[in-house]
């Protein structure tokens, strides 16, 4: 009787323990995830040169303090240099580029306050260049297999963590509602032109 009393309080000691680390882990906050996407958009300024806008979301639970566009650690992608760089409100912009055998990139980094915060997206991330929205989505001449958008972003200041790399995708182009009104029109009138030559053929 004493060996199955024993064995007893010893079960309901352990269930109170596991009971205890179940509400543990619970009640234990979940790790901070860094995480970023981001678009871009282009309009073309002249024969041989395109405005490229991007936009920043902060898809994870931190918060993010520097997007390094087209570059990993050591690599930078674009083939050609930017200009002409336009930074969001306290943020600040620099083009790195490592020589002949590296591309270009650019490093924004936010200033005091003005970091961007989990589940928000920040516009303003503009330049210029001389490479063709094409280009740019492919691959980058100086690291053949790597896309040239491929980015990275930092919680605080470049190198403050291990960062988070990912690439940034071309926005889908929505036409303007003036621009759907005229489509439509014009396959009305399509419409009408084909309903009025079969009416002919019939006659």
Request: proline share 7%; glycine share 10%.
């Amino acid at each position: 009787m004493k060996s199955s009393s024993t064995q007893q309080r010893a079960g309901i000691a352990f269930a109170a323990v596991a009971v205890a680390i179940a509400c543990a882990c619970a009640s234990a906050p979940a790790a901070a995830a860094e995480a970023a996407s981001a678009t871009f958009t282009s309009v073309q300024q002249s024969p041989t040169t395109w405005q490229y806008s991007l936009t920043l979301d902060d898809t994870g639970t931190t918060d993010l303090g520097t997007f390094w566009f087209a570059w990993v650690p050591g690599k930078d992608f674009m083939p050609t240099a930017p200009s002409s760089i336009g930074d969001p409100a306290g943020w600040t912009a620099i083009t790195t580029h490592a020589g002949a055998a590296d591309g270009f990139a650019i490093q924004w980094k936010a200033g005091s306050g003005a970091l961007l915060a989990p589940g928000q997206s920040l516009s303003g991330f503009t330049f210029d260049s001389t490479t063709s929205p094409q280009a740019m989505m492919g691959d980058s001449p100086f690291f053949p297999g790597t896309p040239v958008t491929t980015t990275f972003v930092y919680e605080g200041a470049p190198f403050s963590d291990a960062g988070v790399e990912f690439t940034v995708q071309s926005a889908a182009a929505v036409p303007e509602p003036s621009s759907m009104a005229l489509m439509g029109l014009g396959a009305l009138a399509l419409v009408g032109g084909l309903a009025r030559r079969r009416n002919a053929h019939a006659a």
